[in-house]
Each structure stands twice: as C-alpha cells, then as structure tokens.
C-alpha cells in the first residue's frame, strides 16, 4: 500500500513525513540517532543481565535468588564485621587499660567516648536529658557540682551500684531524715534552718558571723553538719549536696528548701551493673567525666592510717562527721 503512496516532503525542513498530520502539524520521519539505540540496546542486555544474576522477580516464598547468589543481608553482616573487626583491635585495647592510661591515650580516649555518648542516648538520656543537663531530682552531670564524686573512679562506682538501689549491697546509700514529718524539728524550727540556709553566702564564701550567730545556725550545726558540714559545703561519702552554691537539686525557693527539710529527698539511680557490660559501663563513666566536671584520679589511694603529725595539717583529709547518718536515721 505505502509503496503507491506518493512521498510526501515537508516544505520547510525538506525531510520526509510520516504522513499522519494534526491540524496542519505534520510528523517528520527523523531516524533514531544511532548513540541513542546503542545506549538503549545496551540497556536491554544490561537489565537481562541483571534480571538473571540478581534476585529480581517474585516468587511465591520470595523471589529468584539470581546467579551471583547476592543479598543484602550478606552486604549488612560483612560491613558489620568490618566494623567489628575495626573495632576489635580498640576493645583489647580498651579492656586491658585502666582509667588513667586511657584518659592519655587520644585514641582510646576517643573510642571511649564516642561509645559512651551512645549509650548515653539510650539508657540516661531519659532521666538526666540528652545533653545531660538533667533537671528538678535529675543532676546536671555537665557541672562539677557533684554529689557522690567526680573522679572516672567515683562515677564508675556510681554506674555500676545505682544510687539507694534497694538490692543492691554495694549502692551509694544515705537518707536524709524528715525533719518535719518525722518529729525531729518543730515547724519552727524549720523555718529558722530554712532561713539560715537560704542566707548562706551563696558564691562557696564562708558565711558571716552574724549568720553564725541566729537560732537556724545552732539548728543546723546540730542537725545538719554532720551531713552537709559545719560550712553547708556538703559530703560526698553520704552524697548531701552543697548548699553554698546556689545549684538547687531540688529547688532553692523558700517553699522547696522547706519541703525538702520536713519531708527530705531520696533520689533513686537506678543500678547498671547488671543491664550494661564492663565495657559500656567504663566507656560510660569516661563519657561523662569529660562533659565538664571531671576530676582528676588521685594517682595513689589515700592510706587509710592515722593522721601523724606530718599530715595532720593536711587540707585533704575528709572532715570525719561526729555523727554517721546511720546513727541520726536511727534516732527517730
Ligand atoms: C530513672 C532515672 C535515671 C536514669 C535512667 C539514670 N539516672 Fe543517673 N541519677 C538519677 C538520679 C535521681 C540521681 C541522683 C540521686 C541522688 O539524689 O543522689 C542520679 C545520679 C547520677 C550520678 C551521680 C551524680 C553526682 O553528682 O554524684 C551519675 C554520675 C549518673 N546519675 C549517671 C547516670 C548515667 C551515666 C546513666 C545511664 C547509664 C544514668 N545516670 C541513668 C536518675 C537516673
Ligand atoms: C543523714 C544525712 C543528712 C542530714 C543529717 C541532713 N541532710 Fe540534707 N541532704 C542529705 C542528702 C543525702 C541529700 C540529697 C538527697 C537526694 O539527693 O535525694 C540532702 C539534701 C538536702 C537539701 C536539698 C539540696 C538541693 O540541692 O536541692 C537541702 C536543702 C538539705 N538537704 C538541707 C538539710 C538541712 C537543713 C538539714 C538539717 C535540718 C539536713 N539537710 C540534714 C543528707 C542529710
């Protein structure tokens, strides 16, 4: 039929048309340039290929495995072992350490903390936030205001027991009495303590004499000191706050340092001894030593001898409280 038809050529370009016309537009009859139908031919062989090698068409219970016997769970696990194999090499490293030699080493020092950063997001973040600026009960662990201690070592210790962990024998424990709700402190009472603590020198100053002089100050030397101190600057072995240094666990308006005197505090941290590995849980501790507040490890434990004469002026001995808490909670 077409070999009849007469060739119809287009006026304006001169190439010759298919003949199907629109409203006047006529379709020219351009051939395919050739780079193209090469590419697309390639792309033909290219997707058989394909089609064959790799699981590509569904079948009832997946699909065909493809010859290169490929999957992406294979791809997963090899970049994972990579990992741990990358990893390994730290681990042996960072087990055999201790804290010291790791807070000198740049490498390990940085695998530690980028493991404890995330492990930080999984199992802190909740309570003392994710930038651990922690909140009312919660401690902001970025401070060096520091309730049980500061040093790789004390934190360690504080990760693994918890804090007023019940079965736990070895948590951080002490219990503030409930002055008011338990009889110790008439209202009164209270309120002159309340008062004489809200106007201690809130910069770690030591407090005037005429602070030292009041009702509250006798209150407080007699209830209080041996927890707190005779200054108010706290005791890390019973984990009592300062309360010299206008950071507030739980409050520092009148009302809020009230209820805590009547009815007292007694924050729970939970044990991660159990939950957490060694590893974790060491990487944990230099994580948080370096947000802000980390203390340096004394190199050697301080003897635990009578003061002689030489180091009775030492100003690093603890103050020795004249009461332990245990006998003040024993005598309500
Ligand atoms: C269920 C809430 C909770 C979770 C989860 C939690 N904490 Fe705590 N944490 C507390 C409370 C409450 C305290 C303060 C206890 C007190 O009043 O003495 C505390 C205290 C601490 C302290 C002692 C601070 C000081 O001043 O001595 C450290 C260190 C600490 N937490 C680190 C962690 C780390 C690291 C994790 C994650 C493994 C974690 N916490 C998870 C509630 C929690
Ligand atoms: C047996 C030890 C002990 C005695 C005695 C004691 N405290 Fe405490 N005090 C603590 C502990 C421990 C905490 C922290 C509680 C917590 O973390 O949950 C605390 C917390 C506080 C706080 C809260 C501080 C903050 O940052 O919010 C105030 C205020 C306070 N005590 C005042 C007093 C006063 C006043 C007395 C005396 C009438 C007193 N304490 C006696 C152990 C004691």
Redesign the pocket.
């Known amino acids: 039929m077409s070999d009849d038809r007469k060739k119809d050529i287009d006026d304006l370009s001169g190439v010759e048309t298919t003949g199907h016309e629109w409203d006047g537009l006529k379709e020219l009859n351009n051939p395919l340039p050739r780079w193209w139908v090469w590419v697309f031919i390639a792309c033909c062989v290219w997707s058989f290929w394909y089609f064959v090698a790799y699981p590509a068409w569904p079948v009832p219970g997946g699909a065909t495995k493809g010859t290169l016997g490929y999957t992406q769970y294979k791809e997963l696990k090899a970049s994972q072992d990579e990992i741990l194999l990358r990893q390994q090499a730290y681990i042996e490293n960072f087990e055999k350490s201790s804290f010291d030699e790791i807070l000198k080493d740049p490498a390990l020092y940085a695998f530690a903390n980028a493991g404890?950063a995330a492990?930080?997001k999984?199992?802190?973040?909740?309570?003392?936030g994710s930038g651990?600026e922690?909140g009312k009960?919660?401690?902001?662990?970025n401070d060096d205001?520091?309730?049980?201690?500061?040093r790789v070592d004390?934190?360690y210790t504080?990760?693994q027991h918890?804090?007023?962990v019940q079965n736990d024998y070895d948590t951080?424990q002490?219990q503030m009495p409930a002055f008011g709700k338990d009889g110790l402190l008439k209202r009164k009472e209270i309120e002159q303590v309340v008062d004489y603590v809200l106007n201690l020198p809130q910069d770690g100053g030591a407090a005037d004499t005429e602070v030292n002089t009041g009702a509250g100050y006798t209150i407080f030397q007699e209830n209080c000191a041996s927890c707190h101190g005779a200054d108010g600057k706290g005791m890390?072995d019973f984990?009592a706050?300062n309360l010299t240094d206008k950071i507030w666990?739980y409050g520092g308006t009148r009302a809020e340092v009230f209820e805590t005197v009547y009815n007292a505090?007694?924050?729970?941290?939970?044990a991660?001894k159990a939950?957490?590995d060694d590893n974790?849980?060491r990487q944990?501790?230099i994580?948080?030593h370096q947000l802000g507040?980390g203390e340096a490890n004394e190199v050697t434990p301080e003897p635990v001898i009578a003061p002689t004469e030489t180091d009775a002026d030492s100003n690093t001995a603890p103050d020795t409280p004249t009461e332990t808490p245990e006998e003040i909670g024993h005598e309500q």
């Open positions: 404890g492990a930080f999984e199992n802190c973040a909740q309570c003392h651990a922690g009960a919660y401690p902001n662990l205001d520091w309730l049980w201690g500061g004390d934190i504080t990760l918890g804090i007023r951080r002490s890390r984990g706050p666990l505090r007694a924050g729970v941290m939970p991660w939950r957490l974790t849980l944990l501790a994580y948080v507040g």
